[in-house]
Structures are given as C-alpha cells and as structure tokens.
C-alpha cells in the first residue's frame, strides 16, 4: 500500500495516484469531449432535440447493469484483471464510433464503448479507498474530483475545436486509454483486499450494509446529481446555447468548460474547506447551488453571461461529488469496498442514462426553458430529501 507523503496536497506526487487521475480522466472522456458535437451530430444524423438523448444515453445504459458486476468482481478477482480490458474496450469502440456512417450504427458503438467505460468511474475512486485512509483519503477524493473537473473543462474544448473539423473528430480522444491500459497493466502497485469468504456470504454482507439509510441517501444524492448533469448541462445546455445565441461548438466548449474549471478550483480544497465546515453541510449545499444554477440559464442576456449560473453548478459540483465518495468510501468495509463504490457508479450510470430521457420530457412538454426550470424544482427536492436520509436519520 501506497505510504502516506507528509504535508498538505502531496499525495499527489504518489504514482499510483497519477495512474488512478488518468483512469478518471478517462471514465469523464466519453460524454464531455462529444458534448460541444452534439449540434452538428444532431445535424447529420437527422436527429431532433427532442431525442438528444440517444446518443448519450446509449453510452450510459451499459453501466446501469454492468458496473455493479465489475466490482463484484474486481473484489473477487482483483482491480487490474477489471480494469486494463475496460480501458481497452473503450479505447477501440469509442475509435470506431468516429468511423459510424449511420445511427445505428453509431449507437451499437456507444453502447459498446459504454461497455468499456462502466468500470471506469467506479474503480478510480476504490483504489483510492483501497490506497489512502482519513484525511488523506478526503484530499485524494477531492484531488481527483479536481481532476476529473479540469478533464470536463479540457474535453469540451478539445471537442468542440476538433468538432469544427466534423462531428466525428472528438471520437479520436478515446484511443489515448489504449496506452493506458498498458502502464496499469505494468505498473499499478495496489493491494488487493481479502475476498473474506463465501461469494453469497459476501454478497448477503454487502447488501446488508447498502440498506442502511446513509448509504441510500449518498446514492439518491448520485443519481439526482447525474440527472441534472447530463439531462441539463451536456445534452441540453449546448441546444439552448446554440439556439437562443446562435453560438459555436467551440464557444459552447468554453462555457460548459468554466463549470469544470470553478469545481476543479474548489475540489482540490475540499479537505481544507471539510475541516472548518460540516461534509454533510456542504453536500446540502451544494443542491442549493444546483437549483439557483439551473433558475438563473434561462435569464441569462447573452452567450457571455451564461457563464454565471454555469460556474455555479461548477461550485456545487465540487461540494458534491467527492464528498460523497468520501462517505461511500467510509461506510464500506475493505473487502466489500468495489461492489459498495460500484453501486454508487451503477446509479450514477443510471442518473446519466435517465437525465437526458427526463430532460427530454421536460422539454416536450414545458419547451426548452421548461427544462431548466423542471431542474431547478428537482435540485430543491433531492435536496430536502438527502437532509432528511443523510442527516436527520442515522446509519
């Protein structure tokens, strides 16, 4: 196991970790580097804004089913046998999708790239479970949050200039897991938790542990989080932006990357900020910020203002996401840690496959600021219910 580096944000320096960054950088490649195409893929595929959501939600649905699986069994078998295939499944079909000629087509190699990247977003945040313990653990989650906020501010520039090219362009960035898979395979040092005994044992244990309310509230707090994302911010978000200011793929880029910027600023403080606030505090919070965001897009002037209420979801990215991995991360025992993450990346899958689907609705029928508004009430919801099941309740 990685030996603890004395002083403030210096784990960073560990090996190990920089492997688990590019694994996260990675598992964020697949929506936020097309999101700036999506106008032009609509385009060419003949495609209305109505149902965007295929071609997101195609890559998302795999990891509904399949990334529970994958931490069953990186907990029975070990995280390197999961994770080099995962990144090279989603290296060669993420590759091939730029080379689709038609939807369907398409959509085949977006399910089949998702079948990549299910394990992807799940295992990055157990092997730093595994890796790190206290308060090292809570500055390892918020410097890969970091991480993962400064790859959702990088992929839709990259995106959006190489969608400039054509559509199919930002389907070249998946072939850089390709190489990554071989520096896991060779070099990640992590040590494998004990399987402890009889699979059904193990899956009656872990279950048990799942049901209680803090852990329920975690993974509503996951899934509500990833409804508004992907429903809002990478499917809808471009439309209205294309839309109502007329602006590029590029320019759509730059606004959907100052979200990732502001979260990846206040992630990599989070251990600080954990220290004089309350977590739970901060991830209430941080559904506040989500619904204000979401009220504020529609009354945005101009192109440039957008970047207001979209910085603000950035804010409440921050407060959110490692935080909950944090406590996820916590609440499980070693040895039940991969199938216990992995739930939490199931709904998370679950939110994004569904985010665009519900946005979809809100959009037929309430129109395109409909949408943000629907998001705004839901933000508000969510947020009085993970109170009542994170902090008035007890695990």
Same mark, same amino acid.
């Given at each position: 196991?990685?030996?603890?580096?004395?002083?403030?944000?210096?784990?960073?320096?560990?090996?190990?970790?920089?492997?688990?960054?590019?694994?996260?950088?990675?598992?964020?490649?697949?929506?936020?580097?097309?999101?700036?195409?999506?106008?032009?893929?609509?385009?060419?595929?003949?495609?209305?804004?109505?149902?965007?959501?295929?071609?997101?939600?195609?890559?998302?649905?795999?990891?509904?089913?399949?990334?529970?699986?994958?931490?069953?069994?990186?907990?029975?078998?070990?995280?390197?046998?999961?994770?080099?295939?995962?990144?090279?499944?989603?290296?060669?079909?993420?590759?091939?999708?730029?080379?689709?000629?038609?939807?369907?087509?398409?959509?085949?190699?977006?399910?089949?790239?998702?079948?990549?990247?299910?394990?992807?977003?799940?295992?990055?945040?157990?092997?730093?479970?595994?890796?790190?313990?206290?308060?090292?653990?809570?500055?390892?989650?918020?410097?890969?949050?970091?991480?993962?906020?400064?790859?959702?501010?990088?992929?839709?520039?990259?995106?959006?200039?190489?969608?400039?090219?054509?559509?199919?362009?930002?389907?070249?960035?998946?072939?850089?897991?390709?190489?990554?898979?071989?520096?896991?395979?060779?070099?990640?040092?992590?040590?494998? !938790?004990?399987?402890? /005994?009889? %699979? &059904?044992?193990?899956?009656?244990?872990? +279950? $048990?542990?799942?049901?209680?309310?803090? *852990? #329920?509230?975690?993974?509503?707090?996951?899934?509500?989080?990833?409804?508004?994302?992907?429903?809002?911010?990478?499917?809808?978000?471009?439309?209205?932006?294309?839309?109502?200011?007329?602006?590029?793929?590029?320019?759509?880029?730059?606004?959907?990357?100052?979200?990732?910027?502001?979260?990846?600023?206040?992630?990599?403080?989070?251990?600080?900020?954990?220290?004089?606030?309350?977590?739970?505090?901060?991830?209430?919070?941080?559904?506040?910020?989500?619904?204000?965001?979401?009220?504020?897009?529609?009354?945005?002037?101009?192109?440039?203002?957008?970047?207001?209420?979209?910085?603000?979801?950035?804010?409440?990215?921050?407060?959110?996401?490692?935080?909950?991995?944090?406590?996820?991360?916590?609440?499980?025992? !070693?040895?039940?840690? /991969?199938? %216990? &993450?992995?739930?939490?990346?199931?709904? +998370? $899958?679950?939110?994004?496959?569904?985010? *665009? #689907?519900?946005?979809?609705?809100?959009?037929?029928?309430?129109?395109?600021?409909?949408?943000?508004?629907?998001?705004?009430?839901?933000?508000?919801?969510?947020?009085?219910?993970?109170?009542?099941?994170?902090?008035?309740?007890?695990?």
């Amino acid at each position: 196991m990685t030996q603890p580096v004395s002083g403030f944000n210096k784990i960073y320096r560990h090996k190990e970790l920089q492997m688990i960054f590019c694994v996260t950088l990675t598992a964020v490649m697949g929506v936020s580097s097309i999101a700036p195409a999506l106008p032009k893929m609509l385009s060419a595929m003949d495609v209305t804004p109505g149902h965007a959501w295929w071609l997101v939600s195609a890559f998302t649905l795999p990891g509904v089913v399949l990334t529970p699986v994958m931490g069953i069994l990186a907990d029975r078998i070990g995280r390197k046998i999961v994770l080099v295939p995962s990144l090279l499944c989603f290296a060669l079909f993420g590759a091939l999708c730029g080379l689709s000629s038609s939807l369907p087509i398409l959509l085949f190699f977006r399910f089949m790239q998702g079948v990549g990247a299910a394990a992807l977003g799940s295992m990055n945040v157990t092997l730093i479970s595994d890796l790190y313990t206290g308060k090292q653990r809570m500055e390892a989650m918020g410097l890969n949050a970091s991480v993962l906020a400064l790859g959702t501010t990088i992929y839709p520039f990259l995106g959006g200039a190489l969608a400039m090219f054509g559509w199919q362009f930002p389907f070249l960035l998946p072939l850089l897991a390709a190489p990554l898979a071989f520096f896991i395979m060779k070099y990640l040092d992590v040590v494998q !938790p004990a399987s402890n /005994g009889k %699979f &059904m044992e193990y899956m009656k244990n872990a +279950l $048990r542990q799942m049901r209680n309310p803090e *852990p #329920l509230g975690l993974f509503a707090t996951t899934i509500a989080t990833f409804i508004i994302l992907y429903g809002v911010i990478i499917s809808y978000l471009p439309i209205y932006l294309h839309e109502h200011f007329g602006a590029s793929s590029f320019g759509t880029g730059l606004v959907i990357a100052s979200s990732s910027l502001v979260s990846a600023l206040v992630s990599s403080q989070l251990a600080r900020l954990a220290t004089r606030f309350n977590p739970k505090a901060l991830l209430i919070s941080a559904f506040c910020f989500y619904a204000l965001s979401a009220f504020l897009i529609p009354l945005m002037p101009s192109e440039l203002t957008m970047v207001i209420p979209v910085m603000i979801f950035g804010l409440a990215q921050a407060l959110n996401i490692p935080n909950v991995h944090t406590m996820l991360a916590n609440l499980a025992p !070693p040895e039940q840690r /991969g199938a %216990f &993450m992995a739930l939490n990346g199931m709904v +998370l $899958r679950l939110g994004q496959t569904l985010g *665009p #689907l519900i946005m979809g609705g809100a959009y037929a029928l309430f129109g395109l600021r409909g949408v943000f508004y629907f998001s705004g009430c839901l933000a508000l919801a969510v947020g009085v219910g993970v109170f009542y099941l994170v902090i008035c309740r007890k695990a």
